[in-house]
Nanobody
Framework: QVQLVESGGGLVQAGGSLRLSCTAS????????MGWFRQAPGKELEFVAA????????YYADSVKGRFTISRDNAKNTEYLQMNSLKPEDTAVYLC?????????????????????WGQGTQVTVSS
């Protein structure tokens, strides 16, 4: 069964850091664009960051640019989200996603409807 599993969420004080991981199982995801999204209570699903299949191209939401870094290790079938200088408004469930139609596409994207495989999410809570 193909699935994505996130880990690394938790409770952190404002200004702190967390590193999220998303591991794919069931098959290799090395040719797909991958992304991170988040959903806060009562709010819509929001794009956070995306990365191309090779890791050579990344794309960030303005709200996290300069604070978050997305990366991937295709040998481990894992993508990461390093989150620094966390703010209370970063509190949300963070989900990773794969766009399985994006074989070797050069540019990652934020179009959530084109990501067709999702993890279950991991909670990130930032206290003030």
């Amino acid at each position: 069964q193909v699935q994505l599993v996130e880990s690394g969420g938790g409770l952190v004080q404002a200004g702190g850091s967390l590193r999220l991981s998303c591991t794919a199982s069931g098959r290799t995801f090395s040719s797909y664009a991958m992304g991170w999204f988040r959903q806060a209570p009562g709010k819509e699903l929001e794009f956070v960051a995306a990365i191309s299949w090779s890791g050579g191209s990344t794309y960030y939401a303005d709200s996290v640019k300069g604070r978050f870094t997305i990366s991937r290790d295709n040998a481990k079938n894992t993508e990461y989200l390093q989150m620094n200088s966390l703010k209370p408004e970063d509190t949300a469930v963070y989900l990773c996603a794969a766009d399985r139609s994006s074989h070797y596409a050069l540019a990652p994207h934020s179009r959530k409807n084109e990501y067709d495989l999702w993890g279950q999410g991991t909670q990130v809570t930032v206290s003030s």
